[in-house]
């Protein structure tokens, strides 16, 4: 039976945040990339005039499609010059055909969101001499430079236990606690998140970063399935599979990606698991999203004293050192293995990572997705791809609002702080609860408590 879906979330959705994002947030975050863009092109030669122009054509490009945003005007399809020249999935014209005349007020928040990243790239792309400029890229490396203090933390911690990953593979009770340690410093390095965080102080990044915060962090999990996926490890590693693999669908750049590697080495140090996919974005996106350049950044970042400024004879070096060229390894062993697939910024939601989706790569991740004894999807995005960014009611079973991937074969788990309207897995009740002590603090925003960064939800599924 055909069950009728509810709605995707709209940006004319009143009082809802995906309303407030599209109205006050793009605007910034175009804006931003136009500063960006200015701060760059003084970097350029003076007298490499043609970089220049067409940097300022870039920068031009931009402020226009900023008005354009702020004007309400309708969303247009790309050209065939730029969906050729930016290899622009087909998908997103298909849309705005089936959905004709929608403007930036009154669009999908999902479609419109990606979209934007998707009209920022071709204006990139279409540029010889800034084909490969990531706008965002200054921005990244800022926030993970702010991030010194947990990420000297979490080396330290991983140097720790370097020693004595051995013995911690022995102790079943140690692994679980570990296993829900790392799963926590994966899951809150989200907080850092750019796109939310706009105008983070160092004492902001600092705050979300430390031990204390994870261990009052752990109430702030409002779903947690947790346990469902460390039987699921525990039954592969009990029946003596040695080719365990485990996939990471990454979010953020920086101190995330920091912390989801952290949470690889510790898999593969206790021999939890003997492979890790990571599967990355293959353009800029939602401004700090992953990709391959920024994983190969982030180690040498950690290699470079002038970036860290820790004292290169001292332990924090030392630790730093030894998690690089514990990443380098894996890495060039292929225990850890990268790759960008273009299905991951298509505007498609994860109901397409099924066979039935052969135009834009569903069915090529799907059958990548069936390989790995756990999928692991981070951040917010992803939750909302996951659910289809459905307006369901909040008390919706996980089951249910996954669609096909409830069933298709893949065992996943939903590592997401709560940073969008949709919500779902609810207990009865909670909802209200929250929605009420939002509300005090924010009069009229009550629901946007499952927008604020605040709360987490971890959520498991499997159909085998
Ligand atoms: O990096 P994350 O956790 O996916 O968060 C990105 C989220 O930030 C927002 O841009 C604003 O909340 C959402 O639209 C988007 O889902
Ligand atoms: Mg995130
Ligand atoms: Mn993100």
Known sequence: MTTDLPPRFFTNDKGT????????RWPI????????MKKELKTVASDDLEKIKQGTTITNELVEFRQEILDRKPLRPFTLEEAEIASV??????????????TWDKVEWLFSEIYLYRRVNVYFKCQPLWKDFDIFDGLKQ????????????????????????????????????LFKEFIEISLWGNATDLSLLTNATLEDL???????????????????????????????????CKNVRVDFVLDNSGFELYADLMFAAFLLKTNLAQKIKLHGKDIPYMVSDVMLKDFHILLKDLKDRSFFPVDSESEESKAFDQFADDISTFFTNNQIEF?????????????NIDPSENKYNGAKVYKDLLKSNLVIFKGDLNYRKLTGDRAWPRTTAWNVAIGPLATNGITLLSLRTCKADVQVALPTGLDEGLTQLWEKDHP????????????????????N
């Open 17 to 24: 945040f995906g309303e407030y994002t599209a109205a006050v």
């Open 89 to 102: 999935p087909g998908s997103y014209n298909e849309y705005l055909i089936a959905h004709n005349g929608v």
């Open 29 to 36: 975050i175009v804006q931003n990339a136009v500063d960006d």
């Open 206 to 240: 600092k705050s979300v970063q430390g031990a204390k915060v994870r261990a009052a962090s752990e109430a702030k999990i409002v779903v947690n399935d947790t346990e469902k996926a460390w039987k699921k490890l525990m039954t592969l590693r009990d029946s003596g």
């Open 339 to 351: 790759e960008a697939d273009s299905f991951w910024t298509t505007d498609l939601d994860y109901w």
């Open 142 to 177: 800022f926030t993970f430079k702010s991030s010194l203090h947990g990420v000297v933390e979490l080396a330290m911690r991983y140097k720790t236990l370097s020693s004595q990953f051995a013995t911690i593979s022995e102790d079943k009770e140690l692994l679980e606690i």
């Open 444 to 463: 009229g925003q009550g629901s946007w408590w499952c927008c604020s960064g605040k709360w987490a939800v971890i959520c498991y599924a499997t159909s």
